[in-house]
């Protein structure tokens, strides 16, 4: 491009070519996020499921506190390396909405806590991260994120089959690989086969 | 009787600017550059008259221990963005 002038139409396809590009854009990295707390989260489940079935030390369950600990250092962290050059409403917008989860997800890990409360805390979160996903595949129109989050919500009411603590945590554990590492690993592959194309 | 184009916007390189920025809340010089397929020099040059007029800001600061500028539309830049497509659109109606 230069400062060369332009025809009536050639300025409005100028404009929906540059505001297309913008929104439709997709960086390297853009599943970072969902990698980070999707493995996180696994390698945690995964670690108090085995604590709890060798030695059935309840103790073990303050294991879970390690995903936020852990997380967000890690986010911070990569942060600097996947930051973009570019900030749209709908990366705001993105952001707020895994705030508001990631705020919900913490309460109820913390009301597990309150004695005499009986909440399936897991399948819970089940139902909270599947609302996260499903809202950011509907916001950044990736189908993935949508079919994905929907299938974890319904996972949800696998709880009334009364299954064991022990079963419950696997069932987390597959809830987990379904709404953020696959979405996480298919976000990465597509921005990487874009960046390729351009 | 049509409305007269606004001539600083009646650029390639700068309506491209401006259209990146009218979709973003802010965008730094090098994915302006990468978009638009401007030299670093025209670019520059552009920027600074759209930030005369007051059409963007220009924040300088630095991504590490390199520098970044990072420019935002302003409330003045949207309108005028916003009137320009309004005029297009009337040309091309008529």
């Known amino acids: ?198 | 009787m049509l409305p007269q184009l606004n001539a600083l916007l009646h650029s390639e390189l700068r309506l491209g600017v401006m259209s990146i920025l009218y979709a973003s809340e802010q965008a730094d010089f090098t994915y302006l550059r990468e978009q638009t397929g401007s030299t670093a020099g025209n670019l520059s040059v552009q920027i600074d008259k759209l930030t005369k007029a007051e059409y963007i800001e220009v924040e300088k600061g630095f991504r590490g221990k390199m520098p970044r500028t990072i420019c935002r539309i302003t409330d003045r830049g949207r309108a005028a963005f916003e009137e320009y497509v309004e005029s297009l659109q009337s040309y091309l109606r008529t």
């Open chain 1, 1 to 198: 491009m230069d400062e060369k002038s332009l025809s009536q139409n050639e300025s409005l396809e100028l404009i929906a070519r540059m505001i297309r590009n913008t929104n439709d854009r997709l960086e390297a990295g853009a599943g970072r996020p969902f990698l980070i707390w999707g493995y996180t989260s696994l390698i945690v489940t995964l670690a108090v499921w085995v604590a709890l079935a060798l030695t059935h030390n309840y103790w073990w369950n303050f294991l879970w506190f390690v995903i936020p600990v852990v997380g967000w250092p890690l986010m911070m962290i990569t942060q600097k390396k996947y930051e973009s050059g570019c900030t749209t409403y709908i990366d705001r917008i993105v952001g707020y909405v895994w705030i508001v989860f990631g705020l919900l997800c913490m309460c109820q890990t913390v009301a597990t806590f309150i004695p005499m409360h009986a909440s399936p805390v897991l399948f819970v979160m089940l139902l909270l991260l599947g609302a996260g996903t499903a809202l950011t595949g509907l916001i950044i129109k990736f189908r993935c994120c949508v079919v994905t989050g929907f299938m974890g919500m319904a996972m949800f009411f696998i709880q009334f089959l009364n299954l064991s603590g022990q079963w419950q945590m696997l069932c987390f554990a597959v809830g987990v690989v379904l709404l953020l590492i696959i979405p996480g690993h298919v976000l990465n592959l597509k921005a990487r086969r874009k960046c390729c194309r351009s």
